[in-house]
């Protein structure tokens, strides 16, 4: 498990990865950053990793035990990392600008899922956000939307 682990974390960072290896990478870094937003509240529940694997299977083509296998690599990966960069990195390299909109919307929505939004995530998303170089507005946007289509009350 943890050599699959450091094969991922080598083809983010290796510029001769094959087609396969940069979709894994960009698989791999997206789930690691819904995953924050999912570990940054104390309260982690169903609700959040359901969002997750939902916005997931919206952004990847990907089976069921796939997209499992992924949140699973994402928490480990979430668990060991000391920083955003080697994954907004990845992000920014792959996706335009509208794509790296829709993952904040996506963390948006990991963080309603459970109709309570903390302070942690909060912050975690505008670190990211800057970091995916989203505007201030795109990031408001991303969030009056995600919060519209939220289950339940939300601060």
């Given at each position: 498990m943890l050599r699959s682990l450091k094969d991922l974390f080598d083809s983010i960072v290796s510029p001769s990865?094959?087609?396969?290896q940069a979709e894994h990478s960009i698989q791999l870094a997206t789930a690691v950053l819904l995953v924050e937003v999912m570990r940054a509240d104390p309260?982690?529940?169903a609700?959040?990793?359901a969002t997750v694997v939902g916005a997931l299977r919206r952004t990847f083509p990907l089976a069921d035990d796939e997209l499992e296998r992924l949140v699973e690599l994402a928490h480990q990966a979430s668990r060991?990392?000391?920083d955003f960069h080697?994954?907004?990195s990845v992000?920014?390299?792959h996706f335009g600008t509208e794509q790296k909109v829709r993952i904040v919307e996506y963390m948006w929505q990991v963080a309603y899922a459970d109709g309570?939004?903390?302070a942690h995530e909060n912050h975690l998303i505008s670190r990211v956000a800057e970091?995916?170089?989203v505007t201030h507005g795109q990031y408001i946007a991303a969030k009056l939307r995600a919060k519209e289509a939220a289950p339940g009350p939300a601060a």
């Amino acid at each position: 498990m943890l050599r699959s682990l450091k094969d991922l974390f080598d083809s983010i960072v290796s510029p001769s990865a094959s087609a396969a290896q940069a979709e894994h990478s960009i698989q791999l870094a997206t789930a690691v950053l819904l995953v924050e937003v999912m570990r940054a509240d104390p309260q982690l529940g169903a609700p959040e990793r359901a969002t997750v694997v939902g916005a997931l299977r919206r952004t990847f083509p990907l089976a069921d035990d796939e997209l499992e296998r992924l949140v699973e690599l994402a928490h480990q990966a979430s668990r060991t990392s000391s920083d955003f960069h080697q994954f907004t990195s990845v992000v920014n390299q792959h996706f335009g600008t509208e794509q790296k909109v829709r993952i904040v919307e996506y963390m948006w929505q990991v963080a309603y899922a459970d109709g309570h939004l903390d302070a942690h995530e909060n912050h975690l998303i505008s670190r990211v956000a800057e970091l995916l170089h989203v505007t201030h507005g795109q990031y408001i946007a991303a969030k009056l939307r995600a919060k519209e289509a939220a289950p339940g009350p939300a601060a």
